[in-house]
Nanobody, 122 residues
Framework: HVQLVESGGGSVRAGGSLRLSCALS???????RGWFRQAPGKEREGIAV???????TYADSVLGRFTSSQDNAKNTVYLQMINLKPEDTAIYYC??????????????????WGQGTQVTVS
C-alpha cells in the first residue's frame, strides 16, 4: 500500500526558507519521486524529480533556490526552499510513480500523491 504524507508547510516572509518533508510508505528506490505545486488558478507545476539512482532534476523556475534530498533510512524525501518569493505561494505535493528504468521526468503521469501542504509567502 503506497502512502505519501507531506509536512512542513507554513507562512513565511519573502526571502525566507522552509523545508518540506514527505514520508513515504510502500515506495522504494524503484519509484520516481517528485515534488509538484499548484497555485490558485494555475496549472500544477513540476518542481523536482528523483530517479531510481537518486539523480535529481529541477524545474528552471526553482533552480538554485530549491533543493531536494532523501533519507533512505527514514524513507523520506525533503524539499529545502530558500529565498522564497510570493510567486512560490501554492499547495505543494509529493508524488510517486513506479519506474521501469533509470529515467524519471516531471512530465510523467504520477499516480500516487500526498495530501498536499500549503506554503504561503508574503
Amino acid at each position: 500500500h503506497v502512502q505519501l504524507v507531506e509536512s512542513g508547510g507554513g507562512s513565511v516572509r519573502a526571502g525566507g526558507s522552509l523545508r518540506l518533508s514527505c514520508a513515504l510508505s510502500g515506495v522504494t528506490w524503484r519509484y520516481c519521486r517528485g515534488w509538484f505545486r499548484q497555485a490558485p488558478g494555475k496549472e500544477r507545476e513540476g518542481i523536482a524529480v528523483i530517479n531510481s539512482k537518486g539523480t535529481i532534476t529541477y524545474a528552471d523556475s526553482v533552480l538554485g533556490r530549491f533543493t531536494s534530498s532523501q533519507d533512505n533510512a527514514k524513507n523520506t524525501v525533503y524539499l529545502q526552499m530558500i529565498n522564497l518569493k510570493p510567486e512560490d505561494t501554492a499547495i505543494y505535493y509529493c508524488a510517486a510513480l513506479r519506474a521501469y528504468g533509470d529515467f524519471c521526468s516531471l512530465s510523467y503521469d504520477f499516480n500516487y500523491w500526498g495530501q498536499g501542504t500549503q506554503v504561503t509567502v508574503s
